[in-house]
């Protein structure tokens, strides 16, 4: 299974931006996206971004639009994760993933739909707090 680790978070205040890495290995071909997830106390994990794999197409959450962008360098085995414009309700854990058609590449019994996807495969999440 591949496997994913976050960095990037912290404290910024409202109006700031944050750029988060997603390193990748153990990638195969049974995995089709990577996308961005977050999860704030009391909440559902949910989606903020995905990018394909397989064509470089690109889906954002209608609340991250605009101020969002998600990036691939696949020389580096690295997804990003450009956040600008930060609100306070962007505080979460955010996690990256990846996905496929189907849970079949995916040990975890945890996942989360996306766009059409099994997100299954996760990382340990990275913490970016917005203050007002």
């Known amino acids: 299974e591949v496997q994913l680790v976050e960095s990037g978070g912290g404290l910024v205040q409202a109006g700031g931006s944050l750029r988060l890495s997603c390193a990748l290995s153990?990638?195969?071909?049974?995995?089709?996206?990577i996308g961005w997830f977050r999860q704030a106390p009391g909440k559902e994990r949910e989606g903020v971004s995905c990018?394909?794999?397989?064509?470089?197409?690109?889906y954002y959450a209608d609340s991250v639009k605009g101020r969002f962008i998600i990036s691939s360098d696949n020389a580096r085995n690295t997804v990003y994760l450009q956040m600008n414009s930060l609100k306070p309700e962007d505080t979460a854990v955010y996690y990256c993933?990846?996905?496929?058609?189907?849970?079949?590449?995916?040990?975890?019994?945890?996942?989360?739909?996306?766009?059409?996807?099994?997100?299954?495969?996760w990382g340990q999440g990275t913490q970016v707090t917005v203050s007002s």
């Open positions: 990018i394909s794999k397989i064509d470089g197409t690109t």
């Open positions: 993933a990846a996905g496929a058609s189907s849970m079949s590449p995916f040990t975890t019994t945890f996942a989360v739909v996306f766009h059409g996807l099994f997100f299954g495969s």
């Open positions: 153990g990638f195969t071909s049974n995995e089709e996206a």
